[in-house]
């Protein structure tokens, strides 16, 4: 599993390197909204596919709240949308 970022927790405990989470993306006509990101960059290409799939642009990337396991993707995601705003 390959981390959209280099930063977990220190050691070796298989524990800690794997967070559930999830995501809300919303389509609307023109754009597109995401609720979170994911953990990994494999969990963060597939709302970044549905987004292209259905022709939308991403606008907006909402966190939650600041824990890491909701922000990892956020850099992922504005390569693939440069103008979207986290």
Known sequence: MKLATRMHPPG???DLRCVMNSATL???ERDAVLVDTFT???QNER???WIR???RKL???YCLHGHLD???GIGQLLKAFPGGRP
Request: proline content about 5%; cysteine-free; glycine content about 14%.
């Open 12 to 14: 070796d405990n298989e």
């Open 26 to 28: 919303i389509l609307g």
């Open 40 to 42: 990994t960059i494999e």
């Open 47 to 49: 709302p970044i596919g």
């Open 53 to 55: 799939q259905h022709g």
């Open 59 to 61: 606008a907006h990337i």
């Open 70 to 72: 909701h922000i990892y």
